[in-house]
Nanobody
Framework: QVQLVESGGGLVQPGGSLRLSCAAS????????AGWWRQVAGKPRELLAT???????QYQDSAKGRFTISRDNAKSTMYLQMDALKPEDSAVYFC?????WGQGTQVFVSS
């Protein structure tokens, strides 16, 4: 049974940082590319960044310069370091590996 469990979300002030984690189990995490997405209620899910099995990364414009995706294959875990957070970054953040999604973790940026 494949499970992806996100953690690290929460409330942060504008300009602050959070690091999200996505722990994978039941899947050979190291052979798959993976990505981080986010969704605001009533809007489509938005791709932020992807990381290939070899560690190559790509970022969408909304994530460039402020977000960093990384992975630790030994821990079957992917990360999203988010810096200089803005209120418009408030959303539910999801990880995606192969055909699987995590349950999401809420990020709320507000003073």
């Amino acid at each position: 049974q494949v499970q992806l469990v996100e953690s690290g979300g929460g409330l942060v002030q504008p300009g602050g940082s959070l690091r999200l984690s996505c722990a994978a189990s039941g899947i050979d995490f190291r052979i798959y590319g993976a990505g981080w997405w986010r969704q605001v209620a009533g809007k489509p899910r938005e791709l932020l960044a992807t990381i290939g099995a070899a560690g190559n990364t790509q970022y969408q414009d909304s994530a460039k310069g402020r977000f960093t995706i990384s992975r630790d294959n030994a821990k079957s875990t992917m990360y999203l370091q988010m810096d200089a957070l803005k209120p418009e970054d408030s959303a539910v953040y999801f990880c995606h590996v192969a055909a699987y999604w995590g349950q999401g973790t809420q990020v709320f940026v507000s003073s």
